[in-house]
């Protein structure tokens, strides 16, 4: 299994050092990483704004699981703490897995709990979706069709309209 799109997201404490973590942790298979955007909470309001970007990343031994592994070590690096009782609330560091391709360039499909591809929210999350447009004009969610069709989604026009770029912030990697 070859490729995958990451979301990280984080709005507790030093939310860039955080995101600047996970793009250190996931090291050499990282081959793009996207502009931050500031984004109003998802889901859950009553928390801290995000900083959001995407990570590209190739490795052409990873099997769909090493992905979903690679994330939980980011947010561990992080210091993430889960609080069962806020499922979307605020946290250090998310990293979640959004699609994966195989080595033919196959989308890998899952309805598995554990690892369910592509992510299931993903569709419906401009801050995951914008910053990956930036990094593929002409980038697909497997199942959902093109990036920019579903930005434009008139329930997406609020989120939309509400996250700001962040260019005084850089994700690369000082390691
Ligand atoms: N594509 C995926 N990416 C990340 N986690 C996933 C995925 N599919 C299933 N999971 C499972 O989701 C569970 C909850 O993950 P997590 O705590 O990061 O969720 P969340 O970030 O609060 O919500 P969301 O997944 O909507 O962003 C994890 O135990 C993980 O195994
Ligand atoms: N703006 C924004 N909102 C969220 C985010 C995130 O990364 N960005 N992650 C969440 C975890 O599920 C819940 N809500």
Redesign the pocket.
Known sequence: MSRAVLAIGSNLGDRAAHLRTAVAVLGRCVRHVSGVYETPPW?DTEQPSYLNAVVLAADPAAAPRDW?ER?RAC?AAAGRE?DPAR???P?TL?????AVWDADGRPVVSD??????????AHLRAFVLRPWLDLEADGELPGHGPLAALLNAPELAGDVAAMTPRPDLSLESTT
């Open positions: 889901g979903l994330a947010e889960r499922r979307f609330g946290r998310d990293v979640d897995v959004i598995d709990p554990y690892l369910t591809l592509p992510h299931p929210r």
